[in-house]
């Protein structure tokens, strides 16, 4: 079994300091994970890490990542590896869908089988193309065939697999199951009401005993703007992406507290390395030099993160932690902008996420001190993809979570031909990834990654900035343990001093 491990900055257990606020009969834990609605709950039309979050509540995978990065048995109870092309799964035997529909490895051949054709639209069908088919050997075990020995398809199951009910879709069409999911998972879908909320209860079937600890579980969708007084009111129990700038007033108040871990999350700047001012490889190492990473964290982060020297970071299966990060000196910045023939400066097109826009202001500013102007488009992150496919911009800069805890994941996301995330071509680079990829020897793999890292860095082929500590305010009645891909599951939650939740 492939394992990520995982060292923690600080992983804080919210401890009573309140009074009870419920029982696991009738507790409730509202979430703001989003500002907005997801597009989809169909897990096989989408690829949003918030969006994510929500599907993986409702529907297992066939393996699933632990909060630190550890992959474990979900829908599968155990795997060995055939020969180099077959995995092969036994299943977890006595599970039901929600309705009641049985699960077995028909259900697996057909959702596997709904992510690779192309008519579903899965947006990251990219990263599961190694598997070729699912073969059913009985109804508890399947094998799942590759096009070539891949050895990140643990990591691909784990991060993308979400398993689907096959007579209920079909008996209910796609567009109403995408509104009204079935899944296998610890909690039910019951309700959703756009622009606001989703509603999912307890499932009181589920296949891991005495969970899921409390019985209501809410995504509640607010702005940036209130979040944080709908955690000091209680009118929320946990707010999963809180700016270092609120952690004060979090601390300061009596309903709630302040949790943080390291997570494999970096604000992620893709450039256009292949056309345009960037192929410039003196430019590129130009914006690196330009940065202060320390001033990015200190004024961004106020002080949750960690200088990275490439697009990997510390705990990443695959990070080369020999790598120093680019040391901020403005005067080298403007010396290879020179060589570059740009002495007198230049602008660049960027697109930006919605959720980067503090930290791009923030590089922006330095970035013009050298002599370099950023033109940004902000865009929400359901519209992004489209704009990705206009094809004109220098730079993207978006905050991006690792779902396969794996250098491999943003690696291909910003810099594959394949991706369509990606802003330049580089044959040498998906060559790489390949050779990554389709290594199962655990020890070769990190030295081809490894080595792809040292690519990445000596060709400067992003704008390296940090890791994140992710920083949660939650009620301080509540257990949660953050998860290291930044998409927690919520089946252990619980809150304080609840003994029929401990031991339901």
Same mark, same amino acid.
């Given at each position: 079994?492939?394992?990520?491990?995982?060292?923690?900055?600080?992983?804080?257990?919210?401890? *009573?300091?309140?009074?009870?606020?419920?029982?696991?009969?009738?507790?409730?834990?509202?979430?703001? +994970?989003?500002?907005?609605? /997801?597009?989809?709950?169909?897990?096989?039309?989408?690829?949003?890490?918030?969006?994510?979050?929500?599907?993986?509540?409702?529907?297992?995978?066939?393996?699933?990542?632990?909060? !630190?990065?550890?992959?474990?048995?979900?829908?599968?109870?155990?795997?060995?590896?055939? !020969?180099?092309?077959?995995?092969?799964?036994?299943?977890?035997?006595?599970?039901?869908?929600?309705?009641?529909?049985?699960?077995?490895?028909?259900?697996?051949?057909?959702?596997?089988?709904?992510?690779?054709?192309?008519?579903?639209?899965?947006?990251?069908?990219?990263?599961?193309?190694?598997?070729?088919?699912?073969?059913?050997?009985?109804?508890?075990?399947?094998?799942?065939?590759?096009?070539?020995?891949?050895?990140?398809?643990?990591?691909?199951?784990?991060?993308?697999?979400?398993?689907?009910?096959?007579?209920?879709?079909?008996?209910?069409?796609?567009?109403?199951?995408?509104?009204?999911?079935?899944?296998?998972?610890?909690?039910?879908?019951?309700?959703?009401?756009?622009?606001?909320?989703?509603?999912?209860?307890?499932?009181?079937?589920?296949?891991?005993?005495?969970?899921?600890?409390?019985?209501?579980?809410?995504?509640?969708?607010?702005?940036?703007?209130?979040?944080?007084?709908?955690?000091?009111?209680?009118?929320?129990?946990?707010?999963?992406?809180?700016?270092?700038?609120?952690?004060?007033?979090?601390?300061?108040?009596?309903?709630?507290?302040?949790?943080?871990?390291?997570?494999?999350?970096?604000?992620?700047?893709?450039?256009?390395?292949?056309?345009?001012?960037?192929?410039?490889?003196? *430019?590129?190492?130009? *914006?690196?030099?330009?940065?202060?990473?320390?001033? *990015?964290?200190?004024?961004?982060?106020? #002080?949750?993160? =960690?200088?990275?020297?490439?697009?990997?970071?510390?705990?990443?299966?695959?990070?080369?932690?020999?790598?120093?990060?680019?040391?901020? +000196?403005?005067?080298?910045?403007?010396?290879?902008?020179?060589?570059? #023939?740009? #002495?007198?400066?230049?602008?660049?097109?960027?697109?930006?996420?919605?959720?980067?826009?503090?930290?791009?202001?923030?590089?922006?500013?330095?970035?013009?001190?050298? #002599?370099?102007?950023?033109?940004?488009?902000?865009?929400?992150?359901?519209?992004?993809?489209?704009?990705?496919?206009?094809?004109?911009?220098?730079?993207?800069?978006? +905050?991006? /979570?690792?779902?396969?805890?794996?250098?491999?994941?943003?690696?291909?996301?910003? =810099?594959?031909?394949?991706?369509?995330?990606?802003?330049?071509?580089?044959?040498?680079? +998906?060559?790489?990834?390949?050779?990554?990829?389709?290594?199962?020897?655990?020890?070769?793999?990190?030295?081809?990654?490894?080595?792809?890292?040292?690519?990445?860095?000596?060709?400067?082929?992003?704008?390296?900035?940090?890791?994140?500590?992710?920083?949660?305010?939650?009620?301080?009645?509540?257990?949660?343990?953050?998860?290291?891909?930044?998409?927690?599951?919520?089946?252990?939650?619980?809150?304080?001093?609840?003994?029929?939740?401990?031991?339901?």
């Amino acid at each position: 079994m492939m394992k990520a491990a995982y060292p923690l900055l600080f992983c804080t257990f919210i401890m *009573l300091c309140c009074p009870l606020a419920a029982d696991a009969a009738t507790a409730t834990l509202i979430v703001a +994970d989003d500002v907005s609605d /997801p597009a989809t709950l169909d897990p096989q039309k989408q690829f949003l890490e918030k969006n994510h979050t929500i599907c993986q509540q409702i529907f297992d995978g066939l393996l699933r990542f632990d909060p !630190d990065g550890n992959i474990e048995p979900a829908l599968a109870v155990s795997w060995a590896w055939r !020969d180099p092309l077959t995995v092969r799964l036994k299943l977890r035997p006595g599970i039901k869908f929600h309705n009641g529909e049985p699960f077995s490895a028909q259900a697996v051949k057909f959702t596997i089988d709904r992510y690779l054709d192309a008519k579903t639209g899965f947006p990251a069908r990219g990263y599961i193309d190694s598997i070729m088919r699912v073969d059913i050997i009985d109804p508890l075990t399947v094998d799942i065939v590759t096009v070539y020995p891949d050895g990140l398809l643990l990591n691909r199951l784990a991060a993308f697999i979400l398993i689907s009910p096959p007579e209920y879709l079909k008996k209910v069409g796609e567009e109403y199951f995408a509104a009204h999911p079935i899944g296998t998972g610890a909690f039910v879908f019951s309700e959703w009401i756009k622009g606001k909320e989703i509603t999912l209860t307890a499932n009181d079937n589920y296949w891991m005993p005495e969970y899921p600890k409390v019985k209501k579980l809410v995504f509640k969708f607010l702005p940036v703007s209130r979040q944080l007084p709908a955690i000091l009111s209680g009118e929320v129990n946990l707010v999963t992406n809180l700016p270092g700038t609120q952690t004060r007033a979090v601390m300061e108040n009596p309903r709630a507290a302040v949790m943080k871990k390291y997570a494999f999350r970096t604000v992620a700047v893709f450039l256009n390395f292949s056309s345009g001012p960037l192929r410039d490889v003196n *430019l590129r190492k130009a *914006l690196n030099h330009a940065l202060d990473r320390s001033e *990015l964290i200190r004024y961004d982060l106020l #002080g949750n993160g =960690l200088p990275i020297a490439t697009l990997s970071m510390k705990g990443e299966t695959g990070h080369n932690a020999k790598l120093a990060p680019y040391p901020f +000196d403005p005067d080298r910045a403007k010396e290879l902008l020179h060589n570059a #023939g740009y #002495g007198n400066g230049l602008s660049l097109s960027v697109l930006a996420k919605r959720n980067a826009e503090r930290t791009v202001k923030i590089i922006a500013s330095q970035l013009e001190k050298v #002599g370099i102007e950023l033109k940004v488009k902000f865009v929400t992150e359901s519209a992004s993809p489209d704009e990705f496919k206009n094809g004109k911009y220098d730079m993207a800069i978006a +905050d991006i /979570p690792d779902p396969m805890c794996h250098i491999f994941f943003i690696g291909a996301m910003g =810099l594959s031909s394949q991706s369509p995330y990606s802003l330049g071509k580089d044959a040498s680079i +998906d060559k790489m990834l390949h050779e990554i990829a389709s290594t199962i020897d655990a020890k070769g793999q990190k030295e081809k990654a490894e080595t792809f890292d040292t690519y990445v860095y000596d060709n400067a082929l992003g704008l390296f900035t940090y890791q994140k500590a992710t920083t949660l305010a939650a009620s301080k009645n509540l257990h949660f343990k953050p998860h290291v891909t930044g998409m927690p599951y919520f089946f252990g939650a619980y809150f304080d001093d609840d003994k029929k939740a401990k031991s339901r």
